[in-house]
């Protein structure tokens, strides 16, 4: 059954097809809101308040628009406020010492993959690769706290959920320009503070 279908027949009352549709849906809102919020609990508090949210409101949605950007944009938006009522003086959310209990859901595109921040880890189960992987998450999640609010939602969106550039400026409700700007100011941002605090993860200049 297609997300169309289960979307169709869970706006009908069919409490089957919305369980189907919270299974298929729930690892990336999820991961959102931890991109968001930076703490696993407080992002399954949010993870349950958008299936709740989304149970009221299914009924409205209305059928040919994109569903997924929908449903991404609750969770920013409940994701920002949750983040609001913890952190009200912060603009960026400090990530420490959280990484290692990031949700892991299969492989996604590596943090600003050729563009001079450090990518994923290889292919393989290996321990090495894990290890690696945890690194990474770890620069990451201190580097980012340098961003801005909207700076570090259009690159984790984009960039680490992989999610188009189109669908990022619908969550975001902004255009896509604006986003393609975010992510390039993100992404200096992200290789200057690379290159002051760990120098060893850039590549060396080319040589004419």
Not at 38 to 57: H, I, N, P, S
Not at 108 to 114: I, Y
């Amino acid at each position: 059954m297609d997300d169309q279908d289960l979307i169709r027949r869970a706006a009908d009352g069919d409490r089957d097809a919305f369980g189907l549709l919270v299974e298929r849906k729930r690892e990336r809102v999820f991961r959102i809101a931890w991109s968001v919020l930076g703490d696993r609990e407080q992002a399954r508090d949010v993870a349950q308040e958008v299936f709740l949210r989304l149970y009221r409101v299914l009924r409205r949605f209305r059928s040919g628009r994109p569903f997924d950007a929908w449903l991404y944009r609750i969770t920013f938006n409940l994701s920002i406020d949750a983040r609001r009522r913890e952190r009200p003086h912060r603009e960026a959310v400090p990530l420490e010492g959280t990484v290692t209990g990031a949700p892991d859901a299969g492989p996604r595109p590596s943090v600003g993959a050729g563009h001079g921040v450090p990518g994923g880890a290889a292919q393989g189960d290996t321990a090495g690769a894990s290890l690696r992987l945890r690194e990474v998450r770890r620069i990451f999640v201190e580097l980012s706290a340098r961003l801005g609010r909207k700076q570090r939602a259009a690159f984790i969106l984009r960039e680490i959920e992989g999610l188009s550039t189109a669908e990022v400026a619908e969550i975001m409700k902004t255009t896509e320009s604006t986003v393609r700007n975010h992510i390039l100011q993100a992404r200096r941002i992200l290789q200057e503070e690379l290159r002051r605090r760990y120098p060893e993860y850039c590549r060396p200049g080319r040589r004419d």
